[in-house]
């Protein structure tokens, strides 16, 4: 059975004798070789303006084939429903936090709280990963995750919540995700395979971010509504979705490794399998610089909703939905053109252009264009996090590929407290437009320079 698209290849051009091609494929039978017949039949009448829309209903079909896969479908439903949920409580907690302190500083506090741990703990949580069953260590990650957010929707029900609650709740949810993060991204080849894995990671990576439209903007009408202990209480529920979707899976053999080596000498040997990859070590630096910097101005947006762009809690949840819109469309385009040998270039143009449209963020004082430039920010987050993902995971081995992934949310997350962090107490210090604009400064000096030591990023297919 031949894809819409092969079949398209095989048409037969146009002007050319179709009854002169029989005769050899009937030869060709007759001497015992097998003819692969096409499903439909390809009709020799059919007008030249067919061919270019079958193309494009195959490239819709390429788009989604990773959801041929019956447990990568039941994974995806199951994290829409959570991850809204999580932006839901994104939302609503940055909001609390700035309302109970009015400081954009402690919001920089908060952020480094819940990323810190996985400076710490996420190298030895892809030791262990690569030792037992990924499904498991997701299901316990995500129960407790959902006992977390019911903590802290009782703390806000009952008018006793703290600021140093949220902190404690933030680096507790910390050590979690510093297992979570691995084990997921471990877990997809196992659902799809090594042939689809690139699509399903942009998939994934569409999914994550619808739920980082629909999210937020629940979440804001709950939060100027019904007040942030709802949207606390509706993100522990949506845990159960995926909690479900990860019990209904049939994986035939989930692989474990034994390795009676200690934890240290494991995690030394991941590190010295990235340290003979040049075009890992650059994608992880690539990594490292744009979280550090690039993605740091989420830490103070509540504040630059309400006081630069005067939009409060609604423009705030609406702001984060244009972000969420911006990244499911680099997450679509991905997915649909992501297959054309083309990964390098548009990582490239991605890094460059993604500090540029952020300086233009930090300056802007007009509501409607930020929620352009907005949803810029988040095509240009997408297209990076996507890629980098995609290029790391289809060159490891499976053996690695916990310890690898490891790394790559060791930069990804186990840095960002350092920028969050500096941001805040920059934006209290000489304010929020000129600490962004400077984040914006170095995003592009960083990712200039890792281009510019490893050239071969830009090659990469």
């Not at 067919?50 to 079909?61: D, E, K, L, S």
């Amino acid at each position: 059975m031949k894809t819409l698209e092969h079949q398209d290849q095989q048409s037969t051009p146009a002007g050319e004798n179709v009854a002169e091609n029989r005769p050899a494929s009937a030869s060709t039978a007759a001497h015992g070789v097998k003819v692969e017949m096409l499903d439909p039949p390809l009709n020799p009448q059919l007008p030249p303006e067919v061919a270019p829309m079958r193309a494009r209903q195959a490239r819709r079909i390429e788009t989604f084939r990773a959801l041929q896969h019956r447990n990568f479908q039941l994974y995806l439903f199951g994290q829409l429903v959570s991850l809204a949920g999580t932006w839901m409580q994104i939302v609503a907690q940055g909001w609390l936090v700035y309302e109970l302190s009015r400081s954009e500083a402690m919001l920089g506090v908060v952020g480094f709280a819940s990323a810190i741990p996985a400076l710490l703990v996420t190298p030895w949580a892809g030791v262990i990963i690569d030792q037992v069953r990924k499904r498991d260590v997701i299901i316990m990650t995500q129960v407790s995750a959902m006992l977390l957010a019911f903590v802290l929707a009782f703390l806000t029900f009952t008018g006793t919540v703290q600021v140093w609650h949220i902190i404690v709740l933030a680096v507790a949810l910390g050590v979690i995700n510093a297992f979570d993060g691995p084990a997921r991204q471990s877990f997809v080849v196992e659902m799809v395979g090594s042939k689809d894995l690139p699509n399903a990671i942009a998939l994934n990576s569409m999914t994550f971010n619808a739920a980082r439209v629909v999210g937020p903007a629940f979440g804001g009408i709950l939060l100027a509504t019904v007040g942030s202990a709802w949207c606390f209480t509706f993100n522990g529920l949506s845990f159960l979705a995926v909690i479900i979707s990860l019990l209904a899976m049939r994986i035939a053999s989930e692989r474990t490794v034994t390795d009676r080596r200690s934890p240290w000498q494991q995690l030394q040997s991941g590190l010295r399998y990235v340290a003979g990859q040049p075009e890992m070590k650059g994608l992880l630096m690539l990594s490292l610089a744009f979280s550090t910097f690039g993605i740091a101005y989420n830490t103070v947006l509540p504040a630059f909703a309400d006081r630069i762009l005067n939009g409060g809690a609604v423009g705030f949840g609406l702001l984060t939905a244009a972000a969420g819109i911006g990244a499911v469309t680099g997450a679509f385009l991905v997915a649909t053109y992501g297959d054309r040998g083309q990964r390098g270039q548009w990582l490239f143009y991605a890094a460059m252009s993604f500090p540029v449209v952020l300086g233009m963020f930090a300056l802007n004082r007009n509501f409607p264009f930020a929620l352009l430039l907005a949803v810029l920010l988040g095509v240009g987050f997408m297209l990076q996090f996507t890629l980098i993902n995609t290029l790391l995971q289809t060159r490891v081995t499976n053996e690695m590929r916990g310890r690898v992934m490891s790394l790559y949310t060791l930069t990804f997350f186990g840095f960002t407290p350092f920028g969050n962090l500096a941001l805040g107490a920059l934006s209290q210090a000489i304010g929020m437009s000129v600490a962004i604009l400077l984040f914006a400064v170095l995003t592009f000096g960083a990712s200039w320079v890792v281009f510019r030591l490893t050239p071969q990023l830009r090659r990469l297919a």
